[in-house]
């Protein structure tokens, strides 16, 4: 799987449980649940896929947002800034790049235009199933 997913999924989970966590609380999880010890979990866990990281990564995604004391939370489109070069960034992972033992509550066509439209979100309410957790 593609470690901005793992991040993605990780950080979703966490939010969810706790609101707001560290970056090791991240890098854990994927360690294990999905048994990723890949140097880049540590990049995009802390830069990535960090809305408010500077851009120092030729890629970035907007999932997370650091909070003033160095911990994490879910990245809320509309709301929070991104980082300058990271207005663009996707708030969610492609379809495909989901593996299917995870059940995303996909937003409708018409909430895409929104999220495409207005750079609105519903990434903090979408609700994630695991099969296996």
């Not at 966490?14 to 010890?37: A, M, N, T």
């Not at 907007?62 to 909070?67: A, S």
Request: hydrophobic letters at 35%; charged letters at 25%.
């Amino acid at each position: 799987m593609k470690i901005h997913v793992e991040v993605f999924i990780a950080s979703r989970i966490l939010g969810q449980r706790k609101g707001v966590f560290s970056p090791q609380e991240v890098i854990d999880f994927i360690d294990h649940k999905f048994r990723d010890q890949r140097s880049g979990v540590r990049t995009h866990t802390t830069a990535v896929c960090v809305a408010n990281a500077p851009l120092n990564h030729p890629t970035a995604y907007n999932y997370l947002g650091r909070t003033e004391h160095a911990t994490l939370r879910v990245f809320k489109p509309g709301i929070d800034l991104p980082s300058p070069g990271k207005e663009k960034a996707r708030v969610y992972p492609e379809r495909e790049d989901v593996p299917e033992k995870i059940d995303f509550c996909w937003p409708s066509k018409q909430q895409f235009e929104i999220l495409t439209c207005r750079r609105l979100c519903f990434v903090e309410n979408l609700k994630i199933r695991f099969s296996n957790f």
